[in-house]
């Protein structure tokens, strides 16, 4: 099965400095990407999302992803941590060799020190 | 617009018995899917319904099973319980189904503990 792959279930920044989680799909024929936020106790919310309009796509809170073919990689980045960043992050994909349904990473926890 | 909405919020339960969790959809989408999360497993697909029908099913055992109505809530529910089934319960909805790249729009979430 077509696998998602975010390296790094925890990742640990300084308040203020660069953000960066990464998702890796296998897919032969691109997907369609997402990026969810998890906040304690909630559902996920879309942060952005690749649809092969534009290989930057920029989100909400300061978020962007770039989406590189080659390297078969959504990571996304944010150039300033903010305390209330601290969330889990979720990678997800639908269509290309996903088929329809939306396929998860393991997600990734970010926790911001001040 | 209302967002997603699911009740109950919290339930517990104890092994064996059976529970149904419910899920209302934005206005307006036609599609409702369901996932399960777990610390172990994290986010499985269980199934989708567009317009009352089943587009999508993960790879649960029949004791999950759900439906849609015709004013797109949809309902889930698990028979014969197991402590494995503890786990937050999220729906989500849409205006589409397929391929495509619609985005979904998730619930609280209703989290099951089995005792």
Same mark, same amino acid.
């Given at each position: 099965?077509?696998?998602?792959?975010?390296?790094?279930?925890?990742?640990?920044? #300084? =308040?203020?400095?660069?953000? +960066?989680?990464?998702?890796?799909?296998?897919? @032969?024929?691109?997907?369609?990407? $997402?990026?969810? %936020?998890?906040?304690?106790?909630?559902?996920?919310?879309?942060?952005?999302?690749?649809?092969?309009?534009?290989?930057?796509?920029?989100?909400?809170?300061?978020?962007?992803?770039?989406?590189?073919? #080659? =390297?078969?990689?959504?990571? +996304?980045?944010?150039?300033?941590?903010?305390? @209330?960043?601290?969330?889990?992050? $979720?990678?997800? %994909?639908?269509?290309?060799?996903?088929?329809?349904?939306?396929?998860?990473?393991?997600?990734?926890?970010?926790?911001?020190?001040? | 617009?209302?967002?997603?909405?699911?009740?109950?919020?919290?339930?517990?339960?104890?092994?064996?018995?059976?529970?149904?969790?419910?899920?209302?959809?934005?206005?307006?989408?036609?599609?409702?899917?369901?996932?399960?999360?777990?610390?172990?497993?994290?986010?499985?697909?269980?199934?989708?319904?567009?317009?009352?029908?089943?587009?999508?099913?993960?790879?649960?055992?029949?004791?999950?099973?759900?439906?849609?109505?015709?004013?797109?809530?949809?309902?889930?529910?698990?028979?014969?319980?197991?402590?494995?089934?503890?786990?937050?319960?999220?729906?989500?909805?849409?205006?589409?189904?397929?391929?495509?790249?619609?985005?979904?729009?998730?619930?609280?979430?209703?989290?099951?503990?089995?005792?």
């Amino acid at each position: 099965a077509q696998s998602v792959t975010q390296l790094g279930s925890h990742v640990s920044v #300084s =308040e203020g400095a660069l953000v +960066l989680l990464r998702c890796n799909y296998s897919s @032969s024929v691109p997907p369609y990407l $997402f990026w969810y %936020v998890q906040y304690p106790n909630q559902g996920l919310q879309l942060l952005l999302k690749y649809t092969s309009a534009a290989t930057l796509v920029k989100g909400i809170n300061g978020f962007e992803a770039e989406f590189k073919k #080659s =390297e078969t990689s959504f990571h +996304l980045t944010k150039p300033s941590a903010h305390m @209330s960043d601290a969330a889990e992050y $979720f990678c997800a %994909v639908r269509g290309g060799e996903y088929g329809n349904k939306l396929v998860f990473g393991a997600g990734t926890i970010l926790r911001v020190k001040s | 617009k209302a967002g997603v909405t699911q009740t109950p919020r919290y339930l517990i339960k104890t092994r064996g018995q059976q529970v149904t969790l419910s899920c209302s959809p934005i206005s307006g989408h036609r599609s409702v899917s369901w996932y399960q999360q777990t610390p172990g497993q994290g986010l499985q697909f269980l199934f989708e319904y567009f317009s009352e029908t089943q587009r999508n099913k993960g790879n649960f055992p029949g004791r999950f099973s759900g439906r849609q109505f015709s004013n797109s809530r949809s309902e889930m529910n698990v028979s014969t319980l197991e402590l494995g089934d503890s786990a937050l319960y999220l729906c989500a909805s849409s205006p589409s189904s397929g391929g495509g790249p619609y985005e979904q729009y998730f619930g609280p979430g209703t989290r099951l503990t089995v005792t």
